[in-house]
């Protein structure tokens, strides 16, 4: 019953660090997300993938990367990490259309100091 | 561009009132408009989700509805408890140049209900 899976949980960087987080799902899910959640902000999409395979950028893509090399992962990673990347990272998926309920991961929080 | 907007941003209610959350979004082309709830410190957790050919939805104490004409949705909460506080988010799954891959989520109601 495991549904979306995030890992780690809890993450500190130090600037210019690089690291990936694991998003791992249980549902065959075609889709999946990347989101970031900050005070004032709400969710904003980073990238997303229909696919394995395939991947799309979204509102702020911008020093991250994302692949999508098998159906049930999705990776985000960080390259060199800022300070404005500080931020609870939430994983989600659905299936496609009209009936495509999202689910959602319990969230990584990264500090980059 | 697609925004949806949550008003209002709080609101604190005593229990066992029933009670309404706002949804409005710009653009009518949503396959779907779907209500999470947030605790604190935690993850979303699905609560209704309304297809664009649906116009209502209901699961217990909840009842979600959504008019794609005036752009806006609603969750009505009925006999509300303590256990209800939390932030109610409403998204909706777009469809932009055939990609159904993006969701717009509002800012969220922060409810707070008192015992």
């Known amino acids: 019953n495991a549904g979306v899976t995030q890992t780690p949980k809890f993450r500190v960087l130090k600037t210019g660090q690089s690291m990936t987080l694991l998003c791992a799902q249980d549902?065959?899910?075609?889709?999946m997300y990347w989101y970031r959640q900050d005070p004032g902000m709400g969710l904003r999409l980073i990238h997303y993938?229909?696919?394995?395979?395939?991947?799309a950028k979204g509102e702020v893509p911008d020093g991250y990367n994302v692949s999508r090399l098998k159906k049930q992962n999705f990776l985000l990673g960080l390259e060199s990490a800022a300070p404005s990347q500080t931020s609870v990272y939430f994983c989600?998926?659905?299936?496609?259309?009209?009936?495509?309920?999202?689910?959602f991961g319990e969230g990584s929080r990264l500090t980059v100091l | 561009k697609q925004e949806v907007t949550q008003i209002p941003a709080a609101l604190s209610v005593p229990e066992g009132e029933n009670l309404v959350l706002n949804c409005s979004f710009t653009?009518?082309?949503?396959?779907?408009l779907q209500w999470f709830r947030q605790d604190p410190g935690k993850g979303l957790t699905s609560l209704l989700l309304?297809?664009?050919?649906?116009r209502e939805q209901t699961s217990g104490r909840l009842n979600a509805s959504l008019d794609k004409s005036s752009g806006r949705s609603t969750l009505y909460i009925a006999a509300s408890q303590p256990g209800d506080s939390a932030t109610y988010l409403c998204?909706?799954?777009?469809?932009?140049?055939?990609?159904?891959?993006?969701?717009?989520f509002g800012k969220g109601t922060k409810l707070s209900v008192k015992p």
């Open positions: 309304i297809q664009s050919s649906q």
């Open positions: 998204a909706g799954k777009m469809n932009y140049g055939g990609s159904q891959g993006n969701l717009i």
């Open positions: 989600a998926s659905s299936s496609p259309g009209e009936t495509g309920e999202l689910f």
């Open positions: 549902m065959n899910h075609e889709y």
């Open positions: 993938s229909v696919g394995e395979g395939t991947t």
């Open positions: 653009d009518s082309a949503i396959y779907n």
